[in-house]
């Protein structure tokens, strides 16, 4: 009797762990922060260079929490995102990508809306195995812990894959062995193409605007 009571009671902590672990609810409080750059359709940054904050709304949870960690431990260097994410608990990080996910994602394209690449950009996303981990048309990641890619603004995704190679610098680079492996042998035109397609694919991110204020 007592062994059926101690199954049944760790079933039911099993089932309410996913409850616990993320709350959305607790991430739109969070959120606060992120909404001056990420709540404004179209707004840029302006370090290192001028270009478009990313859509973070209706990307993958487990990327939020990676790269929220990324910028906590300094593996990604940009001055701002370090600031916030080193200020936030394990807990308000996996809240945030709850509520992230979650808020307003586009629907899911149909694969016949999904352009096909030229010739010259199909061989450098096969140079660099792009779609062995963001999935298919780039919006189906093989895991939750990698980025939908369709539909960032180009000069977003160009800053960041040049971030990763120079993992080392001091403000801006980003440091993952993975990536930094995939981008080191192409040259910035190369990368641009390719910023330049993912941006053209329908996907599922969005900015939802949102007011400054609560």
């Known amino acids: 009797m007592l062994l059926s009571r101690l199954l049944i009671a760790v079933a039911a902590a099993v089932l309410l762990q996913p409850a616990w672990a993320q709350d959305a609810k607790r991430g739109e409080t969070q959120a606060a922060m992120c909404i001056g750059c990420h709540g404004i359709p179209g707004y840029r940054a302006s370090f290192p260079e001028v270009y478009s904050v990313p859509k973070i709304s209706g990307q993958n949870a487990g990327y939020i929490v990676a790269a929220l960690t990324a910028y906590s431990k300094g593996e990604r260097k940009h001055p701002s995102m370090r600031g916030i994410a080193g200020s936030l608990t394990e807990q308000d990080m996996k809240d945030l990508a709850a509520f992230y996910s979650q808020h ?97 694919l329908p996907g599922e991110l969005k900015t939802v605007p949102q007011p400054k204020l609560r």
């Open 104 to 200: 307003g994602g586009a629907p899911t394209p149909a694969p016949d809306t999904v352009p096909a690449p030229s010739a010259e950009v199909a061989k450098l996303l096969e140079k660099g195995a792009c779609i062995s981990c963001h999935g298919a048309n780039f919006s189906k990641a093989i895991s939750d812990a990698y980025p939908k890619l369709a539909g960032q603004p180009a000069d977003y995704l160009l800053v960041a894959l040049r971030s990763y190679q120079q993992a080392k610098h001091s403000t801006w680079g980003r440091d993952n062995a993975i990536m930094a492996n995939q981008v080191k042998e192409f040259k910035t035109s190369e990368l641009k193409a390719i910023a330049k397609y993912l941006a053209s």
